[in-house]
């Protein structure tokens, strides 16, 4: 079995500290509101009904009424997450869902999803 | 000799002439209180969401790479609002409330503001024109047309209301900015609702998207 030194092994622990010191955060609740609001609002409204500003009798689409429960529990959270990050095309919905996946980090997606539960008060399609 | 030095002298008035210039448009627009919505130095200074929405206008340290010199003179003049929202503001209509310049301000601003540029437009990249490619992709393939209102099919004022207008946008925008803004956003605006394109569309893509985009102009009417 090979030996590792002391030295090395100091080397490898300080490199594992300093990847954990820059690990990705989980965004709060409080700062993915402001997520929602900033991004999400223009289209799905500021509480999440499907009636945002961009909404008009012309829109080509209805953005998802996130408070549907029935609705929401048909996706699971990776469906969510997906829809997100790579617009509506990537579930075979509208392109007017854009890809947001070079915008948001994988954390404001993750939590996201999380909003979107608490809007729903629903759990998803699981497994 | 005698007349090298003549046109070095003329050289140099012209040149402190249109600094003067310059900086009499920078002290109207200080006057006036624009500063106290658009900052006018770059680089962009928004790192958050909060750094965003603290803003009461848009920025302007790129106005003249952004804008057109005659479109921005009349606006000044004559403000039309751009958004139908109020900046930075999802509920509330455009109150359609800028300040009006009027008289030798007007000029000032303009050339001050037009004296503001940034080196990551590249002169003479797209040329105006008709882009069925560009338009797929603004209207179908990407959401541009769900945020930003453009003239459609007879003219109806078609596409949504939370992003800037872009209906007769080829007489507002730069061409070369609608590029450069598509491929680097976060040197013009590191914070916006607006989704970034890099990595969703290629050059080629955005080339079109530019092209269409700078060819949104009134049309003329048929005698």
């Given at each position: 079995?090979q030996?590792?030194?002391?030295?090395?092994?100091?080397?490898?622990?300080?490199?594992?500290?300093?990847?954990?010191?820059f690990?990705?955060?989980?965004?709060?609740?409080?700062?993915?509101?402001?997520?929602?609001?900033?991004?999400c609002?223009?289209?799905?409204?500021?509480?999440?009904?499907?009636?945002?500003?961009?909404?008009?009798?012309?829109f080509?689409?209805?953005?998802?009424?996130?408070?549907?429960a029935?609705?929401m529990?048909?996706l699971?959270?990776?469906d969510?997450?997906?829809?997100?990050m790579?617009?509506?095309p990537?579930?075979?919905?509208?392109?007017?869902?854009p890809?947001?996946?070079?915008?948001?980090?994988?954390?404001?997606?993750d939590g996201?999803?999380?909003?979107l539960?608490?809007?729903c008060?629903?759990?998803?399609?699981q497994? | 000799?005698?007349?090298?030095?003549?046109?070095?002298?003329?050289?140099?008035?012209?040149?402190?002439?249109?600094?003067?210039?310059?900086?009499?448009?920078?002290?109207?627009?200080?006057a006036?209180?624009?500063?106290?919505?658009?900052?006018t130095?770059?680089?962009?200074?928004e790192?958050?969401?909060?750094d965003?929405?603290?803003?009461?206008?848009?920025?302007?340290?790129y106005a003249?790479?952004?804008?057109?010199?005659?479109w921005?003179t009349?606006?000044?003049?004559d403000?039309?609002?751009?958004?139908?929202?109020k900046?930075?503001?999802l509920?509330?209509?455009?109150?359609?409330?800028?300040?009006?310049?009027?008289?030798?301000?007007?000029?000032?601003?303009?050339?001050f503001?037009?004296?503001?540029?940034?080196d990551?437009?590249?002169?003479?990249?797209?040329?105006?024109?008709?882009?069925?490619?560009?338009?797929?992709?603004?209207i179908?393939?990407?959401?541009?047309?769900?945020?930003?209102?453009?003239?459609?099919?007879?003219?109806?004022?078609?596409?949504?209301?939370?992003?800037?207008?872009?209906?007769?946008?080829?007489?507002r925008?730069?061409?070369?900015?609608?590029l450069?803004?598509?491929?680097?956003?976060?040197?013009?605006k590191?914070v916006?609702?607006?989704?970034v394109?890099?990595?969703?569309?290629s050059?080629k893509?955005?080339?079109?998207?530019?092209?269409?985009?700078?060819?949104?102009?009134?049309?003329?009417?048929?005698?």
């Open positions: 079995m030996k590792i030194s002391l030295g090395k092994t100091w080397a490898i622990a300080a490199v594992v500290a300093m990847g954990a010191q690990a990705a955060v989980p965004a709060t609740a409080s700062e993915t509101a402001a997520v929602f609001k900033f991004y609002a223009q289209c799905h409204g500021l509480t999440g009904k499907g009636d945002g500003p961009n909404v008009t009798k012309d080509p689409v209805s953005p998802r009424n996130f408070a549907n029935k609705e529990d048909k699971s959270d990776a969510l997450k997906n829809v997100i790579d617009g509506g990537s579930v075979s919905k509208s392109p007017m869902m890809p947001w996946g070079k915008t948001l980090t994988v954390e404001q997606v996201l999803v999380k909003h539960r608490g809007i008060k629903c759990k998803g399609k497994g | 000799m005698r007349h090298l030095a003549v046109a070095t002298i003329g050289a140099v008035f012209l040149i402190a002439a249109s600094g003067a210039a310059l900086a009499a448009g920078g002290d109207v627009f200080e006036k209180g624009c500063g106290e919505c658009h900052y130095q770059g680089p962009a200074r790192k958050t969401i909060d965003q929405l603290a803003k009461k206008g848009p920025e302007l340290w003249g790479s952004k804008f057109q010199k005659k921005l009349d606006w000044l003049a403000p039309k609002p751009i958004r139908p929202m900046f930075n503001d509920m509330v209509e455009n109150p359609a409330d800028h300040p009006k310049l009027s008289g030798g301000d007007v000029a000032a601003v303009a050339g503001l037009m004296g503001l540029t940034s990551a437009v590249k002169a003479g990249k797209v040329k105006p024109k008709k882009n069925p490619k560009g338009r797929q992709i603004f179908k393939k990407m959401p541009c047309s769900g945020c930003h209102q453009y003239a459609g099919r007879k003219g109806k004022i078609a596409g949504g209301r939370s992003g800037p207008s872009l209906v007769d946008a080829g007489l925008l730069n061409p070369d900015w609608i450069a803004y598509l491929q680097q956003p976060k040197v013009f590191p916006k609702m607006m989704p394109f890099v990595g969703l569309l050059d893509d955005m080339l079109n998207v530019a092209r269409y985009v700078a060819n949104f102009k009134p049309k003329k009417k048929k005698r």
